[in-house]
Every structure is written in C-alpha cells, then in structure tokens.
C-alpha cells in the first residue's frame, strides 16, 4: 500500500495497489507544473485511489483541453493528473509519497531535454 499528502498535509490518500512503474518526464509542461527538472509520475487505477482527506482542497487546471493537473490549492503541491480521453488512470506524483514502495524509473520520457548534469542510474 502507498500513502502519500501534499506539503501542507491538508490533502491525504492512499493507494490500495503496489506502483506498477515509475517515470520521469523531462518534457516542458512537466518542468514548468512542478517547478522542477522532470516530471516523476506513475499510471496507477482510479478506482483503488482512496482520498482520505482534502478533497475542498483538490483544484483541476486544465492546460489542455482533454488533461488536467490537480494540485493542493493551499499549499501548490502537484498530485496527480488525468486524462479525460484515459477514464479510470490517474498519474500520481510520486514526491508525495511518504510511506510504501516507489519503485526506480523505468522510462525517462522527453529525454532530449533531459539537463546534462543529471545522471540517472540505469541509463
Ligand atoms: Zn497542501
Ligand atoms: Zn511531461
């Protein structure tokens, strides 16, 4: 089982599977959501998401028209995404996990942005 919170802890959740596989994104709109050098994200099943608490919190902005970014409005901590056309996947943000196994990256996707300073084990 996966626990996980924004900074704040206002919003809580568990994930009642194991993580089938972690990425990271290096592409623009990753970099740009989280402030960060890559996106690092996993597809996990909506329907074994339990939010726990902080739903009021949870704001879906839509950069475009058919996936949003749903983010902690009190503190910013992105927590997942979804796709309208990809019902029942969420791809959670895997920074806020706290407790359960996150397993490495097995796919850099957008790796032609990937800064050169950064060296990731594997690849
Ligand atoms: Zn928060
Ligand atoms: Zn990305």
Known sequence: MIQGQCLCGAVQYRYHAELPQSILCFC???RLAQGAAFGWNSPIDQSKFELLQGHPYLTEYFHTENKARVFCSQCGSPIYSFRTDL???LRLRLGTVT???VPAPAELAYQQHQPD???IHGF
Do not use: D, K, R, S
Request: hydrophobic residues 25%.
């Open 28 to 30: 623009q709109h990753c």
């Open 87 to 89: 019902p029942n996947v």
């Open 99 to 101: 407790e359960g196994y």
């Open 117 to 119: 300073f950064i060296c």
